[in-house]
Nanobody, 122 residues
Framework: QVQLVESGGGLVHPGGSLTLTCSPSESTSTIDNMGWYRQAPGQQRELVATVDDGGTRRYRDSIMSRFTISRGPAGGPAKNTIWLQMKNLKPEDTAVYYC????????????WGQGTQVTVPS
């Protein structure tokens, strides 16, 4: 079973930047839609950003101008690698960030990462 492996989380002061990376644990066919959820303590998991295999990106309104999601070139060895570049981080961005992958005919994610902690102290 393919799993997604995340890296790049950590502690950063307000206004700082972090970049998260997500890659599959083994080579697999193109994953149609990939992205990031996050879950803050005591809160529901919320969708942050997505990118499909054609490069179309979507963002949560509250983070659109600060976060950038990107993906490796289609058909290449990094076709299922995604990054989340986060700038001007705020304490409310503190959460565990989960990478996911979903195939076109699936209603829910087919693949999940283990989660990576992002902490922005107030």
């Amino acid at each position: 079973q393919v799993q997604l492996v995340e890296s790049g989380g950590g502690l950063v002061h307000p206004g700082g930047s972090l970049t998260l990376t997500c890659s599959p644990s083994e080579s697999t066919s193109t994953i149609d839609n990939m992205g990031w959820y996050r879950q803050a303590p005591g809160q529901q998991r919320e969708l942050v950003a997505t990118v499909d295999d054609g490069g179309t990106r979507r963002y949560r309104d509250s983070i659109m101008s600060r976060f950038t999601i990107s993906r490796g070139p289609a058909g290449g060895p990094a076709k299922n690698t995604i990054w989340l570049q986060m700038k001007n981080l705020k304490p409310e961005d503190t959460a565990v960030y989960y990478c996911f992958g979903r195939m076109l005919n699936s209603a829910t994610p087919d693949y999940w990462g283990q989660g990576t902690q992002v902490t922005v102290p107030s």
